[in-house]
């Protein structure tokens, strides 16, 4: 993709996502997004039943080349639009039912939809001050197009989001959790049914540097269990974001990234960078 096709992806994308919402306060844009929520807040959101937000990371090629290598000697080309959709309703102070749905958009190329996640969500799962939890318990059906290719008729899965705000300072520690069990039809050929377990585990922490900007650090561990054997998911190995957060409006949060494998060093040819956006449209 050349540089003028990018950067034309780039602007439309963005414009197209801070168009105005409903007012809500500045800290909701984060309620699920795992990033600092206030007290204040997160009693707002109970008292309106009804929540929907969109979230959606765009990456770019490497700095200095069209994809990024693995440590295997392959290529990845990590130019895409990912992002999820998502709505839950309240009906106790702790309890939600949700529905969510996950997109990939390559630009110029293609478009699709993973299988919808409907379940449970167990907010405040420990009554302790600083600390704000949401544990997700859900199946996915396999209606997709991707579950069809593989031959997938179900998934299991469980979500945890943490964070903690360390009392009189301006630190945030998190950590995301997700485990995902796919099932199969058996006795059918093709699609891929050697992955058995699959998931992420994401530590962060960030700073508030004031009230609109943050500084955010990822630590993205991406993982499955296929044909009976650990290894790294999506981009082969660990990686780190670092970046800056912005509270832009009262209903939309962007973060600037850029991307290194954990454990190699970084080059122009291995670093890329992310714009992450999350819209809090009820």
Same mark, same amino acid.
Not at 12 to 22: G, K, N, Q, T
Not at 52 to 75: H, K, L, V
Not at 207 to 236: A, E, V
């Given at each position: ?83 999820? $959709? ?11 039912? !949700?529905?969510? /749905?996950?997109? +990939?958009? &390559? =630009? #110029? ?90 998931? $992420? ?11 609109? !900007?943050?500084? /955010?650090?990822? +630590?993205? &561990? =991406? #993982? ?59």
């Amino acid at each position: 993709m050349n540089t003028c096709a990018w950067s034309c992806t780039m602007f439309v994308f963005i414009v197209a996502h801070l168009v105005p919402f409903s007012s809500v306060s500045a800290e909701s844009v984060l309620v699920d997004n795992p990033l600092p929520v206030s007290e204040t807040n997160r009693a707002n959101s109970i008292q309106n039943k009804w929540r929907i937000q969109d979230y959606s990371e765009i990456m770019t090629p490497a700095i200095n080349g069209t994809n990024i290598p693995t440590p295997q000697g392959g290529t990845l080309a990590p130019t895409l639009v990912e992002g999820r $959709v998502w709505l839950d309703y309240a009906f106790t102070e702790k309890y939600r039912l !949700f529905f969510w /749905q996950r997109y +990939f958009y &390559f =630009p #110029f190329n293609d478009f699709s939809l993973y299988d919808p996640r409907i379940g449970f969500r167990w907010m405040q799962v420990f009554d302790i001050p600083g600390l704000t939890t949401t544990y997700d318990f859900y199946f996915l059906p396999g209606i997709s197009q991707m579950a069809q290719d593989d031959n997938r008729i179900l998934e299991l899965g469980i979500r945890t989001n943490t964070t903690y705000s360390i009392p009189s300072s301006r630190w945030d520690l998190g950590i995301v959790t997700e485990v995902n069990a796919p099932f199969y039809q058996s006795g059918l050929n093709g699609g891929d049914q050697t992955k058995k377990l699959w998931g $992420v585990l994401a530590p962060w922490t960030s700073y508030k540097i004031s009230k609109y !900007f943050s500084t /955010q650090h990822w +630590f993205m &561990f =991406p #993982f499955k269990f296929q044909q009976g054997s650990f290894s790294w998911d999506i981009t082969g190995m660990p990686f780190v974001q670092n970046g800056i957060g912005w509270i832009a409006s009262e209903a939309v949060w962007i973060g600037a990234f850029l991307n290194n494998y954990l454990f190699t060093a970084p080059t122009l040819q291995n670093t890329w960078m992310s714009i992450w956006l999350n819209l809090s449209i009820i």
